[in-house]
């Protein structure tokens, strides 16, 4: 799950107003979150929570919180399909630290106005087990100490999950872990210890995962990438293996890290009206993965804490706010797209734009694959991507995740004056990849992999509008270009496009 690391974040310039809705299948017409002004985004669930019922719904199992334990107990004693109406004030589980409340089947849990579900630093898990279509709404849950890459709410990845206004924050690990069909809405995951949410499911698919109208904030409290250097394993949410995810309408600001990163052979991703701004790393990395649709999302003033640290120890990898690291549409690989479209989104003052990047060393049984031996979709078994077989077709392609088919188009890519604070290091757009060199028996040694990204793998910018003193880094680290020679051969990028240098002003 790693990869080469990433910029940050500086002032905003002139941000677009985008306001409106967005139609989502299945559930009529919704608010964007994006901001209708440049001051005040959508999706403002933290500091505005929603209130539950003040009285339990006919049929409810009444929840007292003077009771220690009693929503475990109730659970246990009551049949699947009940509905729980915890009352007003803090609830608590037995001082066990694997107390937990296990659901079944169908379970509905509500939080009257102030329910809270507190872990008070003891309890591990707040809501575990296999049991599918369980809801939480309208409930805080706090305080609990899941252990890195585990989970507080939905600790075991069961499927069809509901989590809908309802705040999961200052626990230790994941707030939420993720089953197949789960349904993230209108929450407020905020100042976990590892992630908002870890979207993994250890067995089975994880399929048609949808995340609308959140705020998540403040994520990674822990800093778990100091804590183990090269983890890969922190931000606002982390997506491992999901086939179908529908991301859109949230506002994902201040992580410690990344703010959405999808690690290790995701698919099917629309990432859409999205506000993802502040984030110490990029707003989205995208890696080892396939086919996605990313529009119409605002990206601002993310990057600069993790950029201006790997500047300043002289590591000058142009790590985009939009990072898409060994990923590429594939067609083979069934989607609702057969490519990475990237169209209709705002990157305002970030520390720097979008780099396409390919690690010419990364690959199915190499040593520099970091994803814990992870092979491709295209592979039906890592141990066939050896020599000989690998250094010819089809094994040569298909052993590796090839950063192929990304079109990237009808984008504002906007630099303010705080440029000048980087010169040479922020406001670069990046298509490359590195010398090849290891293992001994690769078939990718040389320049091999960096022609390919650069000239072969239908990689295109256009129909762009640049404005600020852009630059280009292309085929490999040491060669930054202007715009001129970044269009002209053999390069031929951005055709259609305008460039405005100047101040950074944007009028829209």
Request: proline content about 6%; some cysteine; charged content about 20%.
């Amino acid at each position: 799950m790693r990869r080469r690391t990433l910029s940050l974040a500086w002032p905003v310039a002139a941000l677009l107003a985008l306001a409106g809705c967005v139609s989502t299948p299945g559930t009529g017409t919704v608010p964007s979150a994006v901001p209708s002004t440049s001051a005040a985004p959508v999706a403002r669930v933290c500091a505005a929570p929603a209130a539950g019922p003040a009285q339990a719904p006919a049929g409810a199992v009444t929840v007292d919180p003077a009771v220690v334990g009693d929503l475990a107990t109730k659970t246990l004693d009551s049949p699947p399909h009940t509905t729980f109406w915890l009352r007003p004030g803090t609830h608590t589980l037995k001082p066990d630290r694997y107390a937990q409340v296990v659901p079944k089947e169908g379970d509905v849990y509500l939080g009257a106005p102030g329910a809270v579900l507190d872990g008070r630093k003891v309890n591990a898990y707040a809501f575990s087990g296999p049991a599918t279509g369980v809801v939480i709404r309208d409930l805080t849950v706090q305080h609990f100490v899941a252990p890195p890459d585990e989970g507080v709410v939905n600790h075991d990845s069961a499927d069809g999950w509901v989590i809908d206004h309802a705040t999961v924050q200052e626990n230790s690990g994941a707030g939420l872990m993720a089953g197949a069909h789960q349904q993230v809405r209108d929450s407020c995951l905020r100042a976990n210890g590892q992630y908002g949410m870890n979207a993994y499911k250890g067995t089975g698919a994880l399929t048609g995962l949808v995340l609308e109208g959140n705020e998540i904030t403040g994520n990674n409290t822990d800093d778990w990438e100091h804590r183990r250097p090269g983890c890969g394993c922190s931000g606002g949410v982390k997506f491992w293996a999901v086939n179908g995810a529908d991301v859109r309408g949230n506002w994902v600001h201040d992580n410690r890290g990344a703010g959405l990163w999808a690690d290790t052979n995701n698919n099917d991703f629309l990432i859409e009206d999205n506000v993802i701004e502040a984030n110490d790393g990029p707003a989205l990395i995208y890696e080892i993965s396939y086919n996605a649709v990313i529009r119409n999302n605002t990206i601002r003033r993310n990057t600069w804490v993790e950029g201006r640290a790997y500047a300043d120890r002289g590591d000058d990898f142009p790590y985009g706010s939009v990072y898409v690291s060994e990923s590429g549409g594939e067609p083979r690989i069934p989607a609702r797209t057969n490519k990475i479209d990237i169209y209709g989104n705002l990157l305002d003052d970030n520390f720097s734009g979008i780099t396409l990047w390919e690690n010419a060393d990364r690959f199915c049984n190499s040593p520099a694959n970091t994803s814990s031996g992870d092979c491709t979709l295209l592979v039906k078994s890592a141990g066939s991507c050896v020599r000989p077989g690998i250094a010819a077709a089809p094994l040569y392609d298909d052993c590796r995740w090839r950063t192929q088919r990304v079109d990237i188009h009808d984008n504002r890519f906007v630099l303010g004056a705080d440029a000048a604070e980087c010169p040479g290091s922020c406001g670069r757009m990046a298509l490359l990849s590195n010398y090849g060199t290891y293992p001994d028996w690769s078939p990718y040694q040389g320049d091999r992999v960096a022609d390919a990204i650069t000239f072969k793998q239908q990689n295109v910018w256009h129909d762009n509008l640049y404005v600020g003193p852009w630059s280009f880094v292309v085929h490999d680290a040491s060669q930054t270009i202007d715009y001129a020679r970044w269009r002209d051969t053999p390069y031929q990028q951005d055709a259609g496009s305008t460039y405005r240098p100047g101040d950074g002003d944007y009028d829209g």
